[in-house]
C-alpha cells in the first residue's frame, strides 16, 4: 500500500489526502495515517515544485565527467555546494571519479563553467563534458519491482510447506524474436 501511495505522490504531490484514499482504495484516515508514516520515516523527505530549465532560461544541460585528486576530496564537495550551476553530483566508478549535471543559459556558459570554474578548482586533475541533445525520460524517482520494507511481509504461515517463495524468472528470446517469460520455484532450475 506504502507503495501504490508514492506512486501517486511522485506525480501528484499536492493530492489531497481524502483524493490519495480514494486513488489508492482505502479510507481517508488510513492514507493519512500511512502518509505520516512515510514522512516520519524518513521515506518522504520534502516536497518541492518542478521547474522546467528551459521556460526560466536554462537551454543547456551537460554532464561533466571529472577526475578528483584523491587527497582533496572535501574540497571539491565544498566548491562544488557553492555553484548553482551544479544541479547533481554523484561520485562514480571507472574512468572518471564524479559525474555532475549542470543548466546553464548556454554552450558559452558550459565553456566557462568548465574552463573558468571547474579547472581552477585544485582539486579537479582532469574533466570531460558531454552536452544533453534532449532530455527522454526524467523521473523524480523509480520505486523498485519489488517492495521490501514499506509493505508488510508475506503472511510465509500460509504458503505451502516446502514451497520457495523467491522463486526466478528467466526472459529468454527465441530465435524468431518473440519473448518469454518463464517462472520457476526453485532457484536451481
Known amino acids: ?60 544541460c551537460a554532464l561533466v565527467f571529472v577526475t578528483v585528486r584523491q587527497e ?16 547533481y553530483c554523484a561520485i562514480t566508478t571507472g574512468q572518471h571519479d564524479a ?23 585544485p582539486a579537479v586533475r582532469a574533466t570531460e563534458t558531454v552536452i544533453i541533445l534532449d532530455e527522454v525520460l526524467r523521473r523524480p524517482y523509480v520505486l523498485p519491482l519489488a517492495p521490501r520494507t514499506l509493505d508488510f511481509p508475506p503472511d510465509t504461515a500460509s504458503a505451502a510447506p516446502g514451497a520457495n517463495q523467491f522463486g526466478m524468472t528467466r526472459f529468454i528470446r527465441a530465435a524468431d524474436g518473440r519473448a518469454d517469460l518463464q517462472r520457476g520455484t526453485d532457484p536451481e532450475d
Do not use: C
Open 72 to 87: 582533496l576530496w572535501k574540497q571539491f564537495r565544498a566548491t562544488l555546494a557553492q555553484m548553482p550551476e551544479v544541479e
Open 1 to 60: 500500500m506504502h507503495f501504490k501511495i508514492l506512486d501517486v505522490l511522485r506525480t501528484q504531490g499536492r493530492i489531497s489526502v481524502a483524493a490519495l484514499a480514494e486513488r489508492v482504495g482505502v479510507s481517508r484516515a488510513n492514507a493519512y495515517t500511512r502518509f505520516e508514516a512515510l514522512r516520519a520515516d524518513g521515506v518522504i523527505s520534502g516536497f518541492s515544485a518542478r521547474v522546467d530549465p528551459t521556460r526560466v532560461g536554462l537551454d543547456i
Open 99 to 121: 559525474m555532475i549535471q549542470i543548466r546553464v543559459p548556454d554552450v558559452g556558459a558550459v565553456h566557462r563553467l568548465v574552463t573558468d570554474q571547474l579547472a581552477n578548482i
